[in-house]
Antibody
Framework: QVNLLQSGAALVKPGASVKLSCKAS????????IHWVKQSHGKSLEWIGY????????NYNEKFKSKATLTVDKSTNTAYMELSRLTSEDSATYYC??????????WGQGVMVTVSS | NIVMTQSPKSMSISVGDRVTMNCKAS??????IAWYQQKPGQSPKLLIY???NRYTGVPDRFTGGGYGTDFTLTINSVQAEDAAFYYC?????????FGGGTKLELK
């Protein structure tokens, strides 16, 4: 069965970076794009970007181009998102999700990032 | 960028009622809309894709409709477990954008 397992919650200091992981199982990792989504507390969902695990090609929401960097490790079937120069505005829950060609049927459990000194 | 606007922001419904919520796109998106349900502390769950296609395992009381700029999600005979936030999403093309959500509460 398809599963996307995300890393645990992170508490990071302002100005630092954090690298979140999303380990895929139950399917061929390189066959499906992975998207990342941000949800600030009590707010709606924002698309950050996606990566093609096969080629490494990325496409970002203009808003997150200087904030997020998406990568993959095909040897471990894991997608990563690094968030840089963190501020309180980056405190949120982040999800990875699999693109089934058009819709997003499988989601990770989400990881909460808290930016605080 | 295309903006997705959902209405109402919240609604309070009794078990067994029928409810319809709306999603309006700022430009024609054809049928490239998905609907998600999200309960507190959980990931979003896909309900509907391509405006009216029910995802695997979704109960048939959930129905999506619309085309172009105006879309609806209808829940027939609402159940207690349907209390949640519902989000529409423009799909198929970048940037994928979500509506602000509709909160469904049970009386």
């Amino acid at each position: 069965q398809v599963n996307l397992l995300q890393s645990g919650a992170a508490l990071v200091k302002p100005g630092a970076s954090v690298k979140l992981s999303c380990k895929a199982s139950g399917y061929t990792f390189t066959d499906y794009y992975i998207h990342w989504v941000k949800q600030s507390h009590g707010k709606s969902l924002e698309w950050i970007g996606y990566i093609n695990p096969n080629s490494g090609y990325t496409n970002y929401n203009e808003k997150f181009k200087s904030k997020a960097t998406l990568t993959v490790d095909k040897s471990t079937n894991t997608a990563y998102m690094e968030l840089s120069r963190l501020t309180s505005e980056d405190s949120a829950t982040y999800y990875c999700t699999r693109d089934d060609g058009t819709y997003w049927g499988y989601w990770g459990q989400g990881v909460m990032v808290t930016v605080s000194s | 960028n295309i903006v997705m606007t959902q209405s109402p922001k919240s609604m309070s419904i009794s078990v067994g009622d029928r409810v319809t919520m709306n999603c309006k796109a700022s430009q024609n998106v054809g049928n490239n809309i998905a609907w998600y349900q999200q309960k507190p502390g959980q990931s979003p769950k896909l309900l509907i894709y391509y405006a009216s296609n029910r995802y695997t395992g979704v109960p048939d009381r959930f129905t999506g409709g619309g085309y172009g700029t105006d879309f609806t999600l209808t829940i027939n005979s609402v159940q207690a477990e349907d209390a949640a936030f519902y989000y529409c999403q423009r799909i198929y093309n970048s940037p994928w954008t979500f509506g602000g959500g509709t909160k469904l509460e049970l009386k």
